[in-house]
């Protein structure tokens, strides 16, 4: 296959400044595959980092952004047979060193050596060239071959459900039979949702404040939604548990009302995970923890190979995120991308940026 020397790319300028430019074609290590990329989805947490650079980020004037993404293998590494050119392929960002004791114990997205390129770590989007590309290369750890039955839109997702499903293994979440409580109907949350429903919640709630939001997540396996405008959730939640609250509370807003939320609403014993990111110091009720010997988790990414197990679950049709993607744009039409994103206009719940269309 005839590869070309350049490509358009998104390519960060300054805070909050991204321009479409023209860049050479990455060539891939011994180790990596080379993707002609399909599909890459605006996630919130771009949209953080071009605000206001992450530790580790390339400078700007270099870096790539964009983490979500799945496309086709066009080249490969000299070691690499565990992929075929043509393979229609999906990723997860981060690859760790292999070399720490976290990424040998599997934890890879909590690798010791983040951001250090040298010792092998990658971070595609953070500290490494991102999917916002025509092209990008992927250490093959962090590549996975999807059937034709999954859309390229929907496999720039995957990263999403890996999160969820590594969030529920660190809180030991069996959740087959359990009631689960899920705060904020975002991208990350739904995806909660999903996974909760594939692996067979008794009840699932989902509580947020835009009734467009919630009525995705119906489709997506929520048994119960609960817009906080109209009710109180905490009520709700203890009204049909029978008093007693659910199993597991994942919290994905990030704000101090779905914080206390998630812990007053768990039953005793229960677990708690945080997904959201709150950006500023929140306080908890610690004694309702202590007394009634509840859990708090928060995880990092989808480390432990569980995009390989979300991948598995939207191969076998077992969770379908289609009702995530919203909006479509080419990579020439990026900034009417992330203001759709950003302003959430025509209820936009993802959006995805499509690199090869002009
Ligand atoms: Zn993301
Ligand atoms: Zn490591």
């Known amino acids: 296959m005839k590869l070309p020397e350049t490509m358009k790319a998104l390519v960060l300028m300054g805070p909050d400044h991204q321009e479409l430019k023209t860049v050479p074609v990455p060539k891939a290590g011994p180790q990596e595959v080379l993707i002609q990329v399909e599909s890459c989805a605006v996630c919130s947490t771009d949209v953080a980092l071009i605000h206001k650079a992450f530790p580790g980020q390339p400078p700007y004037g270099v870096h790539i ?13 000299d070691t690499v047979d565990e992929f075929a050119i043509g393979d229609r392929v999906a990723v997860e960002a981060h690859n760790g060193c292999g070399r720490c004791r ?31 590309a025509q092209y990008v290369v992927n ?8 059937p034709d039955s999954v859309s390229f839109d929907v496999a720039s997702l995957v990263t999403n459900l890996g999160c969820a499903l590594y969030g529920y293994e ?42 467009s939001r919630l009525a995705i997540g119906k489709a997506l396996g929520a048994d119960r939604l609960i817009a906080t405008a109209d ?19 994942i919290e994905v807003s990030g704000s101090k009302a779905g914080l206390d939320l998630s812990i007053k609403a768990l039953k005793r014993n229960g677990k708690m995970l ?82 090869q269309q002009e």
């Open 102 to 132: 976290n990424c040998r114990l599997g934890d890879y997205t909590s690798c010791l050596n983040y951001g250090n390129t040298k010792k092998g770590h990658r971070a595609n989007g953070f500290t490494t060239p991102g999917g916002n």
């Open 170 to 211: 660190t809180m030991g979440g069996y959740i087959a039979g359990q009631n689960v409580l899920v705060i904020g109907p975002g991208p990350l949350g739904m995806a909660s949702v999903a996974a909760a429903k594939a692996l067979g919640a008794n009840r699932i709630f989902l509580s947020g404040t835009r009734a």
């Open 274 to 355: 945080l997904l959201g990111i709150p950006h500023e110091p929140v306080p908890i009720d610690l004694e309702d923890m202590s007394l009634n010997d509840k859990d708090i988790f928060a995880i990092r990414g989808e480390s432990r190979a569980n995009v390989g197990r979300a991948v598995s679950l939207l191969a076998n049709g077992k969770v379908n995120l289609a009702p995530l993607v919203t909006h479509t744009f080419p990579i020439t039409k990026f900034e009417e991308a992330y203001r759709t994103f950003n302003q959430r206009i025509d209820g936009a719940m993802k959006v995805i940026i499509k690199p």
């Open 65 to 77: 952004t964009g983490h979500e993404y799945s496309g086709i293998v066009v080249a490969l590494g």
């Open 139 to 146: 250490h093959i750890n962090t590549v996975h071959r999807i």
């Open 231 to 249: 009710e109180d959730p905490l009520e709700v939640v203890m009204k049909e548990t029978g008093g007693i609250g659910v199993d597991y509370a």
